[in-house]
């Protein structure tokens, strides 16, 4: 009995039919570009020198890729708006206030500032104590990307 996928121009045939619903149906996806700006948002609840160093690095390349920025420093991560923690923390907040000057927004954990002990007097200048609308703002903006560090 004759088969019509037996025959070489019968597999080339259905090869090509194959080739032609792949394309057809990839068409159909919505593909994430990378030239998109969706907003980011960064959760960053620690103080460790190089984990606030990498993710420091990473939100200024995406920033600069045109990307919104919010950052929301929360545990720990609030010592590095703190005038308490400038010697330790100096590089850092550095490179915090030159993101806010280039429109970041970065935000603090109010109730984490109660657990460090850390008050709004003590928070360098830029940093915005964070609230439910602020937060919510910039979390749930359309399209916003996530990140926790």
Not at 50 to 75: D, K, P, Y
Not at 103 to 124: N, P, W
Not at 133 to 140: D, K, P, V
Request: proline share 3%; glycine share 6%; with cysteine.
């Amino acid at each position: 009995m004759f088969h019509p996928l037996s025959t070489e121009v019968g597999m080339q045939f259905f090869k090509t039919v194959l080739l032609a619903l792949a394309l057809i149906v990839s068409g159909l996806s919505n593909p994430v570009f990378a030239e998109d700006k969706d907003p980011l948002f960064i959760a960053l609840s620690s103080d460790a020198t190089r984990r606030v160093g990498h993710v420091l690095h990473f939100a200024e390349l995406q920033r600069a890729r045109g990307h919104s920025l919010t950052i929301w420093l929360n545990e720990s991560g609030i010592l590095l708006a703190s005038r308490k923690y400038a010697e330790k923390h100096a590089d850092h907040q550095k490179a915090l206030a030159e993101l806010m000057s280039k429109g970041a927004t970065v935000l603090i954990c109010h109730y984490c500032m109660q657990q460090f002990d850390v008050e709004a007097s003590d928070l360098l200048p830029g940093f915005k104590i964070g609230s439910p609308e602020l937060l919510g703002n910039a979390l749930f903006k359309d399209d916003t990307k996530t990140l926790s560090w």
